[in-house]
């Protein structure tokens, strides 16, 4: 009798566990972001490198603090694609990242479909916004823009653990 009540109780732990974690993955740490209008879109212009704001409505916006590869933003702009890739730093070969099912405004399979068949671009909208880490927007031809944030060349090697390099910034420390 004592052995299955201990099975019972493995079992109800693990199941628990697993809950919780699910739970923590998906929907646990993310936060929506306010949105600051003029600055939560940028793309970085071809003439001098720096991040400029472009034209852009209805924004939607998620991060979370365990990760600055978890933000995630949707947004509209009137701005076509050719304007686009004649002043600002266009990005080849990247893949979306996948964002939670809940944040239904970035749908990740239709976008990178779409940059796969050249109806969305993608555009470097900042540099190291976290030690290693490039904000990407995407935007389709409709109008439709997403944001997400990619390991960069530094950031790559400093997460797998290869050594930097010269070509990289040093971390920052922390504490």
């Known amino acids: 009798m004592s052995g299955r009540i201990l099975a019972l109780l493995l079992v109800a732990a693990g199941l628990i566990a697993g809950g919780a974690l ?24 071809l003439s001098d490198g720096q991040a400029v704001s472009i034209r852009y409505a209805d924004f939607r916006a998620i991060d979370a603090d365990s990760s600055p590869i978890r933000y995630r933003a949707c947004f509209t702009t009137d701005m076509g694609l050719d304007d686009l890739s004649a002043a600002f730093v266009a990005v080849e070969d990247i893949e979306p990242r996948n964002a939670p099912g809940w944040f239904d405004c970035f749908d990740t399979g239709a976008l990178a479909a779409a940059l796969e068949d050249g109806t969305a671009r993608a555009y470097l909208g900042g540099k190291n916004v976290a030690y290693g880490v490039d904000r990407i927007v995407a935007i389709t031809e409709d109008g439709r823009g997403f944001v997400w944030h990619d390991l960069n060349a530094c950031g790559d090697k400093a997460y797998d653990g290869t050594v930097i390099g010269e070509a990289c910034p040093p971390r920052p420390e922390t504490n």
């Open 22 to 45: 699910y739970y923590l993955q998906v929907y646990g740490f993310y936060h929506e972001v306010a949105a600051r209008p003029g600055e939560d879109v940028t793309l970085v212009a």
